[in-house]
């Protein structure tokens, strides 16, 4: 098989040399044809030159390298990888935090037909308080919408068919479903368990993972837009109703106050209008919102690839044996015979 085995890195470049050659190493007696792509998610500090000293002729082979301009999230970053990749399986793995280790059964598993597979490792770092408590409401809230609980269903660490990331290149947003897609497009999966103490930890940010929890609620569900439009339907039912309540107060009712009627009747035509028009603005967003395409949220300031690529080299081969041409003298026997 053609693998390609995809790293998203940032500000790590002490670590960088050391993990780097150890995953090659084990890519070359794993797999015949393999490529290891690294995208620097805009590091401050030397990770380029790290890299790009990686890529020289005394450096790593089949190693191809992606800085960003800015940071983005992980997702958007691991996606800027997948959609450059020509395997025939795709691998996103962090090497600075996870052990290698796994990856041959993942791919066990890959090969006998399975679309999806994800490595949970049990021995994940602890992250704050706060931070387990939102990752608990989302996970409840994703699963209410869904059917499943993305951390543990989904983990980051995967292997995908190229079927997988052809379909998730189809997407308006493939960035973005990357995260979510090849657990909840119906394609076979299969979950790797195994346990390694992190060489690192992933620093986790609260707001961050806040914002892009939100987005991807928003974005892989019509649920809570729905309610919105669902609530403005009630209301404006509601004021229907309580129209029709203060007509039969005026109707059947003598001592009202002054006012009060005419004063309920303009305040519930003035909110049934109101929900009317949330109603309307609802499902055109839903509408929109099918159709828009927001485009990349990452733009690669430098691509630079390995001096030796093996799997080029074994392309476009012509055997010699059979492409010469035969002698005149060679042509003359057979003519004879």
Known sequence: MFLSVVYVVRNQSAQLQQSLQRASQLLQELTRDHELIVVDNASTDDSVAVLQQLTSASGLPNLQVYTLTKMVSEDAASWVGIESALGDYVAVIDPLVEDLAFLPQMLGEATTGVDVVFASNEQQPSPSVLYRAGRKVFDLLYFRFHGIRLGD?????????????????????????????????????QTVTFSSEPIGQRTEHLAESLDRGMRLLVSTTRAPLRL??????????ANVVYSLYV???AAFKT????????????????????SLVLLVLGEYILQMASLSNEGATYHVAREFTSARMTHREKLNIEDTALSRPESP???RRSGTA
């Not at 983990?155 to 052809?166: A, C, G």
């Not at 919105?228 to 039912?237: E, H, M, N, P, Q």
């Not at 001592?255 to 109101?274: C, D, E, R, T, Y």
């Open 255 to 274: 001592n009202v106050a002054p006012g009060w009627i005419s004063l309920s009747l303009q305040q519930s035509g003035m909110f049934f209008l109101i």
């Open 329 to 331: 003298e060679t042509l």
């Open 153 to 189: 269903e989904a983990p980051r660490d995967r292997v995908l068919s190229r079927t997988v990331v052809n379909f998730i290149q189809q997407h308006p947003q493939p960035s973005l479903a990357y995260r979510h897609l090849p657990a909840t497009a119906g394609f076979s999966r």
């Open 247 to 249: 007509l039969c107060i």
């Open 228 to 237: 919105v439009t669902g609530l403005s339907l009630f209301g404006a039912a």
